[in-house]
Nanobody
Framework: QVQLVESGGGLVQAGGSLTLSCAVSGPILNLHAMGWYRQAPGKQREFVALIFRSGGTSYADSVKDRFTISRDNGQNTVYLQMNSLKAEDTAVYYC????????WGQGTQVTVSS
C-alpha cells in the first residue's frame, strides 16, 4: 500500500525556520502532484503548497515568499522549507499525494512561539 510519513516538525521561535520532509513508499503508478496542508486548533484543514509532476508549484497567499516546496530527484520525498515563521503558522502539517487516488500522512506538529 502507499504510505506517507512526515517528519521535521517541532518548536521554533517566531522568525525562525524549519524544514519538513515527507517520505513516500509503495506503488505510485500515475503521480499527479504532491503537497502540504495544515490544520490549526479550531480550524479546518487548509492548503499550503503544491508541486506538480512537471515541477510547477502553487502556494497559499499566507505563505508566499516565506515557504518553498521541493522534491528529491526520484520524486519519493517532498520537502517544505519554512522561513520567517509566525505564530499563526502553528498547526499540524500533513503531506498529500495525488495520483489515481488521494493519500495523506499522519501529520507533524509545528509550533511557533512569539
Amino acid at each position: 500500500q502507499v504510505q506517507l510519513v512526515e517528519s521535521g516538525g517541532g518548536l521554533v521561535q517566531a522568525g525562525g525556520s524549519l524544514t519538513l520532509s515527507c517520505a513516500v513508499s509503495g506503488p505510485i503508478l500515475n503521480l499527479h502532484a504532491m503537497g502540504w496542508y495544515r490544520q490549526a486548533p479550531g480550524k479546518q484543514r487548509e492548503f499550503v503548497a503544491l508541486i506538480f509532476r512537471s515541477g510547477g508549484t502553487s502556494y497559499a497567499d499566507s505563505v508566499k515568499d516565506r515557504f518553498t516546496i521541493s522534491r528529491d530527484n526520484g520524486q519519493n520525498t517532498v520537502y517544505l522549507q519554512m522561513n520567517s515563521l509566525k505564530a499563526e503558522d502553528t498547526a499540524v502539517y500533513y503531506c498529500n499525494l495525488e495520483t489515481t487516488g488521494t493519500y495523506w500522512g499522519q501529520g507533524t506538529q509545528v509550533t511557533v512561539s512569539s
